[in-house]
C-alpha cells in the first residue's frame, strides 16, 4: 500500500508538470536520439491504446449520462470539434502553401477529437469539467468515422488517403481501450482498490505520451531543422485561433463563462497523440506528418497550461474589483 501512495504522490506530480515532462523529453531525446528507439510499429500502437484505457478507466456511468442529458451542449461541442480545426487546417495547408508532409501532419491534428489532457486543463481553468468529459468522449466515439472521412474530403484529391485502413487503425486504438477502460470501471469502480489504482493512472498517461513524443524525435527529429520553424508556426497559429474560435463558439450559443472556457479548450486542444500514430502508420514517407504531429503533442500541452494560468488571473482580478 505504500508503494501504491508513492505512485500516486509521482502520478499527481507528473500530471501538474506534463507540459515540462513532454518538453524534458523532447529536449533530452533531440540530444541524443537514441533514447526511444523501441518506440515504433505496433508498440507505439500499444502505447496509445494505453492513454486512451486510461481514459477510459475514469469514465463512469454518468459520464455517459451527460451524453444524454445535455444533448444540445454536446452536439455544439462536436460540431464545432469536427469544423472548426479541420477548415482552419484546410485554410492554412492553402494559404501558407505548405508542403505535402507538414500538411499532412496539420490536417491529421485538425481531424483528430480531442486531447486527453483537455478535462485537467479544464479543471485547472475553472471550467465545466462534466461538459469536458462529454465533448471528449463524443468526439474520440466519433473519431473512427469522422476522422478519416475528413482526411479524405479535405485532402483525398492531392494526398493518397486510405479511409477504410485509417477507420480500422483508430477503432483498435480509440474505442477498443476506452471501452475496455469504460468497462472495468464500470464493473470494478466501487471497489477501494481499483479506485486507488486509478489514482496511478493519469502519471502512466503523461509517461506514455511523453513515450510517443520522444519515438517521434527519436526517428524524425534530424528533419526539424530543416523545417522547424514553419512546422511551429502553422501549429501555433492552427492552435491559438481554435482557442478564440472554440470560445467564440460559446459566446454565440449563449453558453455561460466555464462551459465558454471549456469549448474553446476543447476545440484547441487536440489528440495529436493519435495523428502522431497516425502519421507514422499511415504516411511513413513523409517523415514531416510525424513530427508535425509530435510538436502539436508538446504545444498543445504548453498552451493549454497557458490558457489556465491565464483563464485564472482573469478570475483573480475580477475577483479583486468585486
Not at 469549448?263 to 500514430?277: C, F, K
Amino acid at each position: 500500500m505504500c508503494i501504491l501512495k508513492i505512485l500516486q504522490a509521482a502520478s499527481r506530480i507528473l500530471a501538474s508538470y506534463t507540459s515540462l515532462v513532454i518538453t524534458g523529453v523532447a529536449a533530452v531525446t533531440f540530444l541524443y536520439p537514441p533514447l526511444f528507439c523501441w518506440v515504433k510499429g505496433d508498440l507505439q500502437t500499444l502505447i496509445l491504446g494505453i492513454i486512451m484505457l486510461t481514459m477510459g478507466m475514469t469514465l463512469s456511468t454518468e459520464d455517459f449520462k451527460i451524453l444524454a442529458k445535455r444533448p444540445l451542449d454536446i452536439f455544439i461541442g462536436a460540431a464545432a470539434q469536427y469544423t472548426i480545426m479541420p477548415l482552419l487546417a484546410w485554410a492554412m495547408v492553402k494559404l501558407l502553401k505548405l508542403e505535402p508532409g507538414i500538411a499532412i501532419g496539420l490536417l491529421l491534428v485538425g481531424c483528430c477529437p480531442g486531447g486527453v489532457s483537455s478535462n485537467i486543463i479544464t479543471f485547472l481553468s475553472r471550467g465545466d469539467v462534466a461538459f469536458s468529459v462529454g465533448m471528449t468522449t463524443a468526439s474520440t466515439l466519433l473519431a473512427p468515422v469522422m476522422t478519416p472521412f475528413l482526411m479524405y474530403y479535405l485532402a483525398g484529391n492531392s494526398i493518397d488517403v486510405n479511409a477504410v485502413a485509417m477507420f480500422k487503425s483508430i477503432l483498435i486504438v480509440t474505442l477498443l481501450p476506452v471501452a475496455v477502460g469504460a468497462a472495468g470501471n464500470f464493473l470494478l469502480g466501487k471497489k477501494a482498490m481499483y479506485q486507488e489504482v486509478c489514482k496511478v493512472m493519469p502519471g502512466i498517461s503523461v509517461l506514455a505520451f511523453a513515450c510517443i513524443v520522444g519515438g517521434v524525435i527519436t526517428f524524425q527529429g534530424e528533419h526539424f531543422f530543416q523545417s522547424g520553424l514553419l512546422i511551429f508556426a502553422a501549429i501555433f497559429i492552427h492552435n491559438l485561433l481554435g482557442y478564440i474560435l472554440g470560445y467564440t463558439v460559446g459566446i454565440c450559443t449563449g453558453m455561460n463563462k466555464a462551459q465558454k472556457r471549456t469549448i474553446s479548450i476543447e476545440v484547441g486542444m487536440q489528440n495529436a497523440g493519435l495523428a502522431t500514430n497516425l502519421a507514422g502508420k499511415h504516411f511513413p514517407t513523409e517523415p514531416n506528418a510525424a513530427l508535425a504531429s509530435a510538436v502539436s503533442c508538446v504545444w498543445h500541452s504548453i498552451s493549454g497550461t497557458f490558457l489556465a494560468a491565464f483563464f485564472r488571473i482573469i478570475d483573480k482580478i475580477n475577483d479583486r474589483r468585486k
